[in-house]
Every structure is written in structure tokens, then in C-alpha cells.
């Protein structure tokens, strides 16, 4: 399976803490579209012959793109790649750019899921995230999606935001279980450098974040998310009726995918490609026809790594009968080894051979995964 993400890398306004590349000011779009449209044709060999089943509008703020910008793109992505008849096709949108028209827009596109990043259903956390939309926006966009029949959708809600009480974040959760929303992203609010939230902190504007405020409204997530029917299938993801994120899984089981844009990351083979962080040499380079990327191969030892971090996250786990495939009997018998404490500690179960995270596990997911890391 073959997947492609595209990074549009535009916003109204900045998140507080939000560190992905984008630009506030959209007057390099229409020359961002022409190097997208260069770099698709440039890079169309690379799935040869393969058909892709996911494509991911990510950013930044894909919901900016016009009717025309989607339809520019569709027609170039179909002339150069086969694309499965049933193919996931997601786009990221702001509450606020879901009016009646826009969503009557996409309607008519390939987009058959919907991400919402809804973030919070409380004002008083949007406002100190620099959110653009009301918590009554958010509320009525996931109506009027599906009204407009859009039933494959998922939204994003962040926990351990200064102020927000366990059962603030209770009613957050409960309000998405009366939207009927059949796919939820959650992740704990943290501080990333050259972001305004750090800023804040580094400044002393704002108290640290709190990690047991985290931890707690962590559990209450895993809780809430699992008496009210959902299957929590990585640790941030959780759907029902197996609504799984199609192109998430991919990046998780290490499939092949190409990212588009500035700042957009591959995975192809064996290898890491990651293209420039910057608008601006992105579009340079690509007028003349270069596709400004840097490439990193994966040495066993990166690849082993990454196959425990990203493995582990998931209800599928670390599989034995996989890792003796692909890595040497020194890898192996290293880490048989080091994860018997962590089973023996009840941070990790084993059946048959699969490994997986318990509850408790999954509290500490980074930091066993990194005991269990090779290093140099």
C-alpha cells in the first residue's frame, strides 16, 4: 500500500503552540501551487506501477485551498499516479472555514474524510491557543458536515491546557460523544521551541505546563474513550466500528509514502526524504526544476529503532516473528532482553510473541520505547 501527504503550508493565524512550517501571509500561494504541481510531476515516478490508497491534505490549513486549487491538484495527482478507486482521501479544515458553501465545495472533490481541528469545544481554551473559530463554530461545522453526509470524519482535542479542570475535559469528551464523531485524535498540550507558548514560559509569562495535569486527563481519556464504545488503536487514536485512520495506519505498519510541499516528509524503501522547511527555496528550486529534499538512509540500528517506537504505540504491537525477519539475532536477543522488566514491572504484556503497552504502559510510551532504542 502506497500513501501521499501534502503539506499546504498556510494559516490565518498562529497557534500558540503549534511548531509545523507554515506562513500567515497566503501571497506566495499561487506560486506554492505551481511548485506543487512541479514537484508532483517531478516525483510521479516514484510510485510507478503501485496504486495508491490514501492521500492526506495536511498542514498548515488545507481548508484554504479554493475549489479550483483542489480540482488544479486532483487532475495532476490522477494524470500522474494510479489512484485506487477507493482510496482514502483526507483533508484537514479549521472550523471556521466549514461554511455551507465550502463543505457544498469539497462535496464535489475526491475528499471523502473530513479532520476537524476542533481542539477544544471550550472558548476559554481557544482563546489562550490563538484559535481562529468559537467553540459554537466547531460545534456547528461537524453538524454541517454531516448534514452534507460526510460520515467518515474525525476530530482533534488537546488535554492538559492551563485551567482546564478534569471535569472541563470530561465535558469535552462528552460533547464529542453526542456529536457522534466516529474518530478522535487526542494528544496532551506540549512546548515546542520557537513557539509562542514557549516564549511565554521561557519569559515567565505563564507557569510550566503540568505534567501531572497531563497524566491525569490521560487516563481520564483512555476511561471515557472506552466506556463510551471507542477502541483506542494508538496511543492518540481512537475510533469506532473500525473507523481506523487509514493513512495514519501506514505511517505505523512503515508503508511507503510520499510527502509533497515544503516540509513534508517520505518514506520510501528503506530510505527518509524530508523536503525544505521554507516556502520560499521551495518554490525557487522547484522553477527550476529541482525538488529541494534531503535523503537519509536507515541503518538496521535506525530501522529497529523505529519499528519499536512506532510499533509499540499501537493495539497491533512489536511482533517477534517480524523483527526476526528483518534484523539480526544480536537485535533480537538484546531486546527479548531488555523488555522483560517492563513485563515484569505490568507496563507491557505479551501474547504469542506480540508485545503491546498496558494502560500504565501507555503513560510511559516514549520513555520505554527509548530504553529499548539502540544506540551509536
Known amino acids: 500500500m502506497a500513501g501521499i501527504y501534502i503539506h499546504i503550508p498556510f494559516c490565518k493565524k498562529a497557534c500558540t503552540y503549534c511548531d509545523f512550517h507554515f506562513s500567515t501571509s497566503l501571497k506566495m500561494k499561487a506560486e506554492f501551487m505551481d511548485a506543487l504541481i512541479m514537484e508532483i510531476d517531478l516525483r510521479k515516478v516514484v510510485f510507478s506501477g503501485q496504486e495508491v490508497s490514501t492521500i492526506y491534505f495536511g498542514g498548515g490549513t488545507p481548508s ?105 475535559w470530561i465535558q469535552n469528551l ?34 510550566p505546563l503540568s505534567e501531572e495535569q497531563s497524566a491525569r486527563q490521560f487516563e481520564i481519556l483512555m476511561r471515557e474513550m472506552s466506556e463510551n464504545g471507542y477502541e483506542q488503536y494508538e496511543i492518540s487514536n481512537f475510533c469506532k466500528s473500525n473507523a481506523y485512520s487509514r493513512h495514519n495506519s501506514a505511517y505505523w ?14 518514506f520510501i524503501g528503506n530510505s527518509r526524504l524530508w523536503n525544505v522547511s521554507n516556502n520560499t ?56 532482553s531488555e523488555i522483560q522488566k517492563h513485563i515484569q514491572n505490568g507496563l507491557v504484556t505479551e501474547d504469542k510473541g506480540v508485545f503491546t503497552l498496558s494502560d500504565d504502559g501507555k503513560l510511559l510510551a516514549d520513555r520505554i520505547s527509548a530504553d529499548l532504542f539502540l544506540l551509536d
Open 174 to 207: 462528552h460533547k464529542s460523544f453526542d456529536l457522534n464523531i466516529p474518530h478522535l485524535s487526542s494528544y496532551a498540550l506540549t512546548v515546542e521551541e520557537k513557539t509562542l507558548l514557549h516564549q511565554q514560559i521561557k519569559s515567565k509569562k505563564m507557569a
Open 64 to 168: 484554504l485551498l479554493t475549489k479550483d486549487e483542489l480540482k488544479i491538484i486532483f487532475e495532476k495527482l490522477s494524470d500522474s499516479f494510479n489512484i485506487s478507486e477507493r482510496a482514502e482521501i483526507t483533508l484537514e479544515a479549521n472550523p471556521d472555514d466549514l461554511t455551507f458553501e465550502k463543505i457544498a465545495e469539497i462535496k464535489e472533490s475526491p475528499i471523502n474524510r473530513l479532520s476537524i481541528g476542533v481542539q477544544s469545544f471550550r472558548d476559554d481554551d481557544l482563546k489562550f491557543m490563538n484559535r481562529a473559530h468559537t467553540a459554537e463554530n466547531a460545534i456547528q461545522s461537524i453538524v454541517m458536515v454531516q448534514d452534507a453526509g460526510f460520515e467518515n470524519l474525525t476530530i482533534d482535542l488537546i488535554y492538559g491546557t492551563p485551567g482546564m479542570t478534569d471535569g472541563a
Open 253 to 266: 505498519s512503515k508503508d511507503n509514502y510520499l510527502g509533497l510541499g515544503p516540509s513534508a516528509h517520505s
Open 281 to 336: 527555496k521551495y518554490i525557487k528550486s522547484l522553477s527550476a526544476g529541482i525538488v529541494p529534499l534531503e535523503l537519509e538512509v536507515l541503518s538496521e540500528r535506525d530501522r529497529y529503532n523505529e519499528y519499536v517506537m512506532t510499533s509499540l504505540r499501537t493495539k497491533w504491537g512489536c511482533h517477534v516473528s517480524q523483527m526476526e525477519a528483518e534484523f539480526s539475532k544480536t537485535i533480537n536477543d538484546g531486546f527479548k
